[in-house]
């Protein structure tokens, strides 16, 4: 995750090939990591962009709905999709996300 400008990186859980129980394994690698996630956050955060590829981004955001994290949940400011986006790419468009939503706000 990238927040303020401090990165930190999170590992998956590897989930096990293709077979009975996939569909389990995937479920709770899921809910590991994005626990990790939420509670690697600052509680002190105001706003939370949430960016990401695919469903990932709106994943989170329901774990952060309904495991636990309401206070963090209700940060969230936007859920915006970035495919394979570098640090510096993350950063720039955290940067126009957050400048257009206060310049719309004021």
């Known amino acids: 995750s990238v927040a ?38 600052n509680p002190a955060i105001e706003e939370l962009l949430i960016l990401g590829p695919g469903v990932a981004k709106s ?7 309904n495991h636990h994290h309401k206070e963090l949940s209700k940060k969230v400011v936007g859920v915006e999709t970035l495919d394979q986006a570098t640090d510096n790419q993350i950063l720039e468009a955290s940067r ?11």
């Open 4 to 41: 303020g400008g401090n990165k930190q990186e999170l590992q998956h859980d590897e989930v096990p090939p293709y077979g009975a129980h996939h569909d389990h394994y995937v479920l709770n690698a899921e809910s590991k990591f994005y626990h990790g996630v939420a509670t690697t956050l």
């Open 59 to 65: 994943h989170f955001k329901a774990h952060l709905e």
């Open 96 to 106: 126009k996300f957050f400048k257009k939503a206060h310049l719309l706000s004021s």
